[in-house]
């Protein structure tokens, strides 16, 4: 079955879309917490996000989204991701928007060490996933777990996990595979999606991470 570019980027995003859109909401940390002067320079994550040019050919930028579906049990992290200062990019490989790939910055002085350890206790402890989205008039119903990913570690702090979902795509079979990587450097979170309707890339999901880390002040 064949997804046009909307539908996947509508339907594929899980975090990232309930994290925020393409631009920053907000330039205040989170309540409760006094910045000191050496975090008092906010930095231009827009400057810092990946971009196409920073990807290899034939993939484009896609509209992010507002509002998604997301497994409960990061939902009180995404909390705290969305009461800070973030910017969203998305993108899509080729026609039917698969692979898929997101990156989530977020500045939070004083609290990215302990966001990126909550946020990979919270994705260690998921066990079984399962969500339903409606986009482009196509209803995604998709359920799985989600485990470790081996890979080197990025920047100051990390840690990676590989989702394997199944389900149905309005009464098509789908097998999906999202890989997550959650890294810190400095007081900037980061969190890469590569979601693939095809085998696991954990070499091309490596690549960018990297690449995406090597853009962060």
């Not at 309540?31 to 050496?38: F, I, R």
């Not at 977020?106 to 996933?129: D, M, N, R, W």
């Not at 009464?171 to 309707?197: I, N, Q």
Request: aromatic share 6%; with cysteine; proline share 6%.
């Amino acid at each position: 079955m064949k997804y046009s570019k909307g539908v996947m980027a509508g339907t594929l995003v899980m975090f990232l879309a309930a994290c925020g859109s393409n631009a920053p909401k907000s330039t205040t940390p989170p309540v409760g917490h006094t910045l000191t002067s050496a975090t008092t320079s906010t930095p231009d994550l827009n400057a810092e996000l990946l971009a196409t040019r920073d990807l290899p050919a034939g993939w484009s930028s896609v509209p992010g989204s507002d509002s998604g579906p997301q497994p409960k049990c990061i939902a009180h992290v995404v909390t705290d991701l969305n009461a800070a200062h973030h910017v969203l990019a998305t993108f899509a490989y080729g026609p039917n928007g698969s692979p898929y790939l997101g990156e989530l910055l977020a500045y939070l002085p004083g609290q990215a060490q302990s966001t990126v350890t909550a946020l990979s206790q919270a994705l260690s402890s998921c066990g079984q996933i399962s969500f339903t989205s409606t986009s482009g008039g196509q209803t995604l119903t998709l359920t799985g777990t989600i485990g470790s990913l081996a890979i080197p570690p990025i920047a100051d702090q990390s840690s990676a996990y590989q989702m394997n979902l199944s389900g149905n795509v309005s009464g098509s079979s789908v097998t999906l595979d999202c890989d997550v990587v959650v890294f810190r450097k400095a007081d900037t979170v980061a969190l890469v999606e590569y979601f693939s309707l095809v085998a696991p890339n954990t070499q091309a999901v490596q690549s960018f991470v990297q690449a995406a880390a090597a853009k962060l002040s």
